[in-house]
């Protein structure tokens, strides 16, 4: 049985949304990391969004959001520096 996100209070159902696209820029983030400018853009917004929305009912997936794209932020920050020392 599917949850009913029409009958959440209008704040809840905006910060339940921002707090998926947190978790989907997370994920994005991960696979963008390969490109790292992508990869670090990504990760911002989803750090933002996680940040927004870790006071409402939707807590976990902010945190999940926030940390996925940590760890995206990570990844492409080290390729990047990989990328450029080896070039030197």
Known sequence: MEPDYS???????Y??????????????SLCAA???????ICSFAGI???ILCRRSESRKLAVIGI?????GFMIAVTYQFLVYFKKS
């Open 7 to 13: 009958g959440l209070d209008p704040d809840e159902r």
């Open 15 to 28: 910060h339940k949304y921002m707090a998926i696209a947190s978790v989907s820029l997370g994920i994005i």
């Open 34 to 40: 390969l490109i790292p400018i992508c990869g670090i």
């Open 48 to 50: 933002g969004l996680g």
């Open 67 to 71: 940390g996925l794209s940590i760890l």
